[in-house]
């Protein structure tokens, strides 16, 4: 079995079709899979209903399926860095479903785990509940949310050997990891491939039976949405070097 | 007259304690990082995945991998873990947060608190606050006492709510209320900022209370 592919859309070939759900892993743009969705922008598949925590920003990440109209639906919890998206969204031809940060997770940590529903404190009382079942545990208001499966899962990971088995890197770890294990298919680009006994079987985050196919993205162009940096001061006198 | 942002945070910092983990929001709550007393250990918790986590990076040094819930650029420290948006979740959700601390638009008398959408703008999306508010054990809201001379401590909200019976404590640039939020004992005034009266706050507060004999 060989899941190693020479390229992005070599990776997604045959996997991609309009109308399908799609959940594409990152937290702003730290973690995207930003070499899938390129090809997902070049394939041209329309209709997607994507669930990703944000949009990505103008012309950056999911921000490219939104130029092309690729994307009828999202499911976020927040979307606020994107212009496209405030417009395409009031002249309605965007739909979002607006999930709490913390219940998205949940929901594709249950897809991916075969949980169907399970219950959370978090939106009772609120419009999130409105609709869905609710039901009071142990004297406090639940509300039921359900699990999220995807027919395709785009994930982006530090390392990765040919098995199939991930490691994520600082904060870029977010929602891929329980994406990768939500989506019928889990298609990952990876910055290094390694051979299998490379990585220290117990730093495997994500274990190579969720991942269907790999990408090496060598030198993989990383964005920062917000640069904030702080000035170094003088060294103390004495010192000698800089503190 | 009143408290500045600054003198705001600072206040807040008083709510810490020793070997808190802590959760803060994006404006003034961000401030109480720079008040957090010395000798004292505390550890920020970033809903993107990160425990423990420092300054800002010196110019150079920036690495896009390493982001706190506001997508700044944010430093390591040896006290660092990273984790996965699930687990991140499960710990504010779980309850093993000792303090959030975040903005609001409005809070009513019996702690609901609203600070994600206005009815008509475009709405941005909730993050993680109804998450934290839901989970953390103390949650205490940080914001001006009013808006354009609107009051924001209602007996009711009006916007659509972030949680219903959340909020524990409000920090405001005039005093400090605590809230019942369990029992049902309303809402206390307990603190005036300096310069702010009690005729001021009474003024400017639609929400009832009841004033702390102390003051």
Same mark, same amino acid.
């Given at each position: 079995?060989?899941?190693?592919?020479?390229?992005?859309?070599?990776?997604?070939?045959?996997?991609?079709?309009?109308?399908?759900?799609?959940?594409?892993?990152?937290?702003?743009?730290?973690?995207?899979?930003?070499?899938?969705?390129?090809?997902?922008?070049?394939?041209?598949?329309?209709?997607?209903?994507?669930?990703?925590?944000?949009?990505?920003?103008?012309?950056?990440?999911?921000?490219?399926?939104?130029?092309?109209?690729?994307?009828?639906?999202?499911?976020?919890?927040?979307?606020?860095?994107?212009?496209?998206?405030?417009?395409?969204?009031?002249?309605?031809?965007?739909?979002?479903?607006?999930?709490?940060?913390?219940?998205?997770?949940?929901?594709?940590?249950?897809?991916?785990?075969?949980?169907?529903?399970?219950?959370?404190?978090?939106?009772?009382?609120?419009?999130?509940?409105?609709?869905?079942?609710?039901?009071?545990?142990?004297?406090? +208001?639940?509300?039921?949310?359900?699990?999220?499966?995807?027919?395709?899962?785009?994930?982006?990971?530090?390392?990765?050997?040919?098995?199939?088995?991930?490691?994520?890197?600082?904060?870029?770890?977010?929602?891929?990891?329980?994406?990768?294990?939500?989506?019928?298919?889990?298609?990952?680009?990876?910055? +290094?491939?390694?051979?299998?006994?490379?990585?220290?079987?117990?730093?495997?985050?994500?274990?190579?039976?969720?991942?269907?196919?790999?990408?090496?993205?060598?030198?993989?162009?990383?964005?920062?949405?917000?640069?904030?940096?702080?000035?170094?001061?003088?060294?103390?006198?004495?010192?000698?070097?800089?503190? | 007259?009143?408290?500045?942002?600054?003198?705001?945070?600072?206040?807040?910092?008083?709510?810490?304690?020793?070997?808190?983990?802590?959760?803060?929001?994006?404006?003034?709550?961000?401030?109480?990082?720079?008040?957090?007393?010395?000798?004292?250990?505390?550890?920020?918790?970033?809903?993107?995945?990160?425990?423990?986590?420092?300054?800002?990076?010196?110019?150079?040094?920036?690495?896009?991998?390493?982001?706190?819930?506001?997508?700044?650029?944010?430093?390591?420290?040896?006290?660092?873990?990273?984790?996965?948006?699930?687990?991140?979740?499960?710990?504010?959700?779980?309850?093993?947060?000792?303090?959030?601390?975040?903005?609001?638009?409005?809070?009513?008398?019996?702690?609901?608190?609203?600070?994600?959408?206005?009815?008509?703008?475009?709405?941005?999306?909730?993050?993680?606050?109804?998450?934290?508010?839901?989970?953390?054990?103390?949650?205490?809201?940080?914001?001006?006492?009013?808006?354009?001379?609107?009051?924001?401590?209602?007996?009711?909200?009006?916007?659509?709510?972030?949680?219903?019976?959340?909020?524990?404590?409000?920090?405001?640039?005039?005093?400090?209320?605590?809230?019942?939020?369990?029992?049902?004992?309303?809402?206390?005034?307990?603190?005036?900022?300096?310069?702010?009266?009690?005729?001021?706050?009474?003024?400017?507060?639609?929400?009832?209370?009841?004033?702390?004999?102390?003051?």
């Amino acid at each position: 079995m060989q899941k190693v592919y020479p390229d992005a859309r070599a990776a997604l070939a045959g996997l991609l079709k309009d109308g399908m759900l799609i959940m594409a892993g990152g937290f702003g743009l730290c973690g995207i899979p930003e070499q899938l969705i390129l090809a997902i922008r070049e394939a041209g598949v329309k209709n997607l209903t994507v669930v990703s925590n944000n949009c990505g920003i103008d012309g950056v990440g999911l921000g490219l399926l939104l130029d092309t109209k690729q994307i009828k639906k999202m499911i976020s919890s927040y979307v606020g860095e994107n212009k496209t998206f405030a417009q395409q969204y009031l002249a309605g031809e965007l739909e979002i479903e607006f999930n709490p940060q913390g219940t998205l997770a949940e929901r594709i940590r249950a897809g991916g785990a075969g949980i169907p529903a399970f219950f959370t404190r978090t939106g009772a009382g609120t419009q999130i509940a409105e609709g869905k079942e609710q039901r009071e545990i142990d004297g406090e +208001h639940h509300v039921m949310e359900r699990g999220l499966v995807a027919d395709l899962s785009i994930v982006h990971a530090w390392m990765g050997d040919t098995e199939g088995n991930l490691v994520y890197r600082k904060t870029a770890r977010n929602f891929n990891p329980m994406m990768a294990t939500a989506g019928k298919v889990t298609v990952a680009e990876i910055e +290094h491939l390694m051979q299998p006994g490379d990585i220290n079987p117990d730093h495997i985050i994500t274990p190579g039976v969720y991942v269907k196919r790999l990408v090496h993205v060598p030198n993989a162009v990383k964005h920062i949405e917000q640069r904030t940096v702080r000035k170094r001061t003088a060294a103390p006198a004495g010192t000698g070097e800089e503190v | 007259m009143g408290w500045t942002r600054d003198q705001m945070a600072e206040r807040a910092a008083k709510e810490l304690r020793d070997g808190f983990y802590v959760n803060l929001g994006i404006g003034i709550p961000t401030l109480v990082s720079n008040y957090i007393p010395a000798g004292m250990s505390v550890q920020l918790q970033s809903e993107n995945g990160m425990l423990g986590f420092g300054p800002f990076p010196y110019e150079g040094e920036e690495d896009p991998d390493l982001i706190n819930a506001g997508k700044q650029t944010v430093t390591e420290i040896p006290t660092t873990s990273y984790f996965s948006s699930a687990d991140s979740f499960a710990m504010i959700r779980g309850g093993h947060i000792d303090l959030s601390i975040l903005g609001a638009m409005q809070v009513a008398e019996n702690g609901d608190l609203a600070n994600w959408m206005i009815p008509g703008k475009m709405v941005k999306g909730m993050g993680g606050a109804m998450d934290l508010v839901a989970g953390v054990k103390k949650v205490v809201v940080v914001m001006e006492h009013s808006a354009k001379n609107e009051p924001k401590l209602l007996k009711r909200c009006t916007l659509p709510l972030t949680g219903a019976g959340v909020v524990d404590m409000v920090i405001t640039d005039l005093g400090v209320f605590t809230i019942d939020k369990k029992g049902g004992g309303g809402m206390t005034l307990i603190e005036l900022a300096p310069g702010a009266t009690l005729d001021e706050i009474r003024s400017k507060t639609e929400a009832s209370y009841r004033t702390s004999n102390a003051l």
